[in-house]
């Protein structure tokens, strides 16, 4: 079974500053996808940004980036320029791609983001 | 043209009690997922529906939890002798086809007293 690993309970970082998520994984699986989705106070869970195993260039939304390094089974974010709006829980997710039928995703125990002004 | 909805926002039952939580997805997904967050935790997989049919329900985690989307739209979890340890936020998610992004809605906060 695949399992997602953030080792970082919290990360505090000032405003206009560049903080670093870590995530790590264990897959047997040669093809799947990678997610960072953030869950503000209001619960609901929106996607930052995504990257597929098979592409190596790592994706890039705006001020986010992530740094995919498939053989060490790591990808981890870059928020640049952080802002007070950043602030939530961000998780980290899997999802096999099975071919056949889409799964549910697998995710970390996230990191709580606090962004100092 | 909304996103995907979920009712109630907050449950508050005692143990022993029947309990149902729905989720309206968005309109022409046909792929829907329910997960369970609990306090602290990243969500859990429950179940996915493609269409009216439950695809994979490897997570749930006993017979007493069950859901439905007769209609392959609104799906309804149902908890039957519900526990203080199914305390949780139940997240509903919908996907266009299952191989693009899932929506997630606000969750059902369920207190079981």
């Known amino acids: 079974a695949q399992t997602v690993t953030q080792s970082q309970p919290e990360m505090s970082v000032q405003e206009a500053e560049t903080v670093t998520l870590s995530c790590t994984y264990d897959t047997s699986e040669s093809d799947y996808y990678l997610f960072w989705y953030k869950q503000p106070p209001s619960r609901q869970m929106i996607l930052v940004i995504r990257?597929?195993?098979?592409?190596?260039q790592n994706a890039t939304e705006n001020r986010f980036s992530v740094n995919f390094q498939k053989a060490a089974k790591s990808f981890s974010l870059k928020i640049s320029d952080s802002q007070l709006g950043d602030a939530a829980m961000y998780f980290c997710?899997?999802?096999?791609?099975?071919?056949?039928?889409?799964?549910?995703?697998?995710f970390g125990k996230g990191t709580h983001l606090i962004i100092q002004p | 043209g909304a996103g995907v909805s979920q009712t109630p926002s907050n449950k508050v039952t005692e143990k022993g009690k029947y309990v149902e939580l729905r989720c309206d997805p968005i309109s022409g997904h046909t792929a829907l997922y329910w997960y369970r967050q609990s306090l602290g935790q990243g969500p859990e997989f429950l179940i996915y529906f493609q269409g009216t049919g439950a695809a994979d329900d490897s997570g749930l985690p006993n017979d007493r939890f069950f859901a439905v989307r007769p209609e392959g739209s609104v799906s309804t979890l149902k908890i039957q002798r519900t526990e203080r340890g199914d305390s949780a936020v139940y997240l509903c998610?919908?996907?266009?086809?299952?191989?693009?992004?899932?929506?997630f809605g606000p969750g059902t906060r369920l207190t079981v007293l």
């Open positions: 990257q597929e195993a098979y592409k190596q």
């Open positions: 997710a899997y999802r096999r791609d099975s071919g056949g039928g889409a799964d549910g995703l697998t």
């Open positions: 998610a919908s996907s266009r086809d299952g191989y693009n992004e899932q929506f």
